[in-house]
Nanobody, 123 residues
Protein backbone atom coordinates (compact mmCIF):
# COMPACT_ATOMS: atom_id res chain seq x y z
CA UNK A 1 0.00 0.00 0.00
CA UNK A 2 1.43 3.36 -1.05
CA UNK A 3 1.43 5.98 1.67
CA UNK A 4 2.10 9.67 1.00
CA UNK A 5 2.52 12.26 3.74
CA UNK A 6 2.85 15.95 2.96
CA UNK A 7 4.36 18.57 5.24
CA UNK A 8 5.71 22.10 5.15
CA UNK A 9 2.56 24.11 4.62
CA UNK A 10 1.74 27.22 6.59
CA UNK A 11 0.87 30.89 6.56
CA UNK A 12 3.18 33.21 4.63
CA UNK A 13 3.01 36.76 3.34
CA UNK A 14 2.82 37.49 -0.35
CA UNK A 15 6.29 37.39 -1.86
CA UNK A 16 7.48 34.82 0.63
CA UNK A 17 8.60 31.23 0.19
CA UNK A 18 7.72 27.78 1.45
CA UNK A 19 9.08 24.33 0.77
CA UNK A 20 6.67 21.42 0.80
CA UNK A 21 7.81 17.84 1.33
CA UNK A 22 6.10 14.57 0.56
CA UNK A 23 7.42 11.39 2.13
CA UNK A 24 6.47 8.18 0.32
CA UNK A 25 6.44 4.62 1.57
CA UNK A 26 5.10 1.23 0.60
CA UNK A 27 6.98 0.55 -2.63
CA UNK A 28 10.13 1.40 -4.61
CA UNK A 29 10.01 5.19 -4.87
CA UNK A 30 12.67 5.65 -7.52
CA UNK A 31 10.73 4.10 -10.41
CA UNK A 32 7.67 6.36 -10.38
CA UNK A 33 6.81 9.85 -11.52
CA UNK A 34 5.61 12.08 -8.69
CA UNK A 35 3.28 15.05 -8.85
CA UNK A 36 1.92 17.97 -6.86
CA UNK A 37 -1.64 19.25 -7.12
CA UNK A 38 -3.61 21.90 -5.28
CA UNK A 39 -7.21 22.68 -4.50
CA UNK A 40 -8.38 26.15 -3.60
CA UNK A 41 -11.69 26.75 -1.80
CA UNK A 42 -14.60 26.38 -4.21
CA UNK A 43 -12.38 25.15 -7.04
CA UNK A 44 -11.46 21.79 -8.49
CA UNK A 45 -8.13 20.17 -7.81
CA UNK A 46 -5.51 21.40 -10.28
CA UNK A 47 -2.15 20.18 -11.48
CA UNK A 48 0.90 22.07 -10.19
CA UNK A 49 4.04 20.15 -11.11
CA UNK A 50 5.45 16.70 -11.89
CA UNK A 51 8.86 15.09 -12.02
CA UNK A 52 10.09 11.88 -13.58
CA UNK A 53 11.53 9.01 -11.53
CA UNK A 54 15.09 10.05 -12.45
CA UNK A 55 14.55 13.85 -12.22
CA UNK A 56 15.40 14.25 -15.91
CA UNK A 57 12.07 15.81 -16.84
CA UNK A 58 9.71 18.17 -15.06
CA UNK A 59 6.43 19.81 -15.96
CA UNK A 60 4.68 22.83 -14.45
CA UNK A 61 1.35 24.56 -14.63
CA UNK A 62 1.66 27.91 -16.40
CA UNK A 63 0.55 29.71 -13.26
CA UNK A 64 3.61 28.56 -11.29
CA UNK A 65 6.34 28.44 -13.93
CA UNK A 66 9.39 30.40 -12.87
CA UNK A 67 8.25 30.53 -9.24
CA UNK A 68 7.92 26.88 -8.16
CA UNK A 69 10.49 24.09 -8.45
CA UNK A 70 9.81 20.39 -8.04
CA UNK A 71 12.64 18.07 -7.01
CA UNK A 72 13.12 14.69 -5.43
CA UNK A 73 15.57 12.72 -3.34
CA UNK A 74 15.20 9.04 -4.12
CA UNK A 75 17.50 8.07 -1.26
CA UNK A 76 15.02 9.69 1.13
CA UNK A 77 11.84 8.64 -0.74
CA UNK A 78 10.82 12.28 -0.73
CA UNK A 79 9.59 14.77 -3.31
CA UNK A 80 9.73 18.52 -2.72
CA UNK A 81 8.00 21.62 -3.99
CA UNK A 82 9.95 24.84 -3.50
CA UNK A 83 7.54 27.75 -3.80
CA UNK A 84 8.93 31.26 -4.21
CA UNK A 85 7.33 34.63 -4.81
CA UNK A 86 4.07 33.33 -3.40
CA UNK A 87 0.85 35.09 -4.29
CA UNK A 88 -2.53 35.12 -2.52
CA UNK A 89 -3.93 33.06 -5.41
CA UNK A 90 -1.53 30.26 -4.46
CA UNK A 91 -3.60 29.69 -1.32
CA UNK A 92 -4.81 26.10 -1.44
CA UNK A 93 -4.56 22.63 -0.01
CA UNK A 94 -1.52 21.05 -1.67
CA UNK A 95 -1.48 17.33 -2.42
CA UNK A 96 1.27 14.94 -3.35
CA UNK A 97 0.33 12.21 -5.84
CA UNK A 98 1.79 9.07 -7.35
CA UNK A 99 0.80 6.74 -10.19
CA UNK A 100 0.46 2.98 -10.03
CA UNK A 101 2.47 2.42 -13.23
CA UNK A 102 6.25 2.72 -13.37
CA UNK A 103 8.21 4.83 -15.82
CA UNK A 104 5.27 6.83 -17.10
CA UNK A 105 5.42 10.63 -17.42
CA UNK A 106 3.44 11.84 -20.43
CA UNK A 107 -0.21 11.13 -19.81
CA UNK A 108 0.44 9.79 -16.34
CA UNK A 109 -2.60 9.02 -14.23
CA UNK A 110 -2.30 9.47 -10.49
CA UNK A 111 -3.78 6.75 -8.30
CA UNK A 112 -2.41 7.54 -4.85
CA UNK A 113 -2.88 10.76 -2.92
CA UNK A 114 -1.74 12.21 0.36
CA UNK A 115 -3.96 14.04 2.82
CA UNK A 116 -2.67 17.44 1.82
CA UNK A 117 -0.93 20.36 3.50
CA UNK A 118 -2.49 23.82 3.70
CA UNK A 119 -0.72 26.81 2.21
CA UNK A 120 -2.16 30.24 2.96
CA UNK A 121 -0.68 33.37 1.42
CA UNK A 122 -1.74 36.68 2.90
CA UNK A 123 -1.74 39.90 0.92
Amino acid sequence: QVHLVESGGGLVQAGGSLRLSCAASGRTFSTYTMGWFRQAPGKERAFVAAITWNSVNTNYADSVKGRFTISRDNAKNTVYLQMNTLKPEDTALYYCAAPSIKYIFTGVRYDYWGQGTQVTVSS
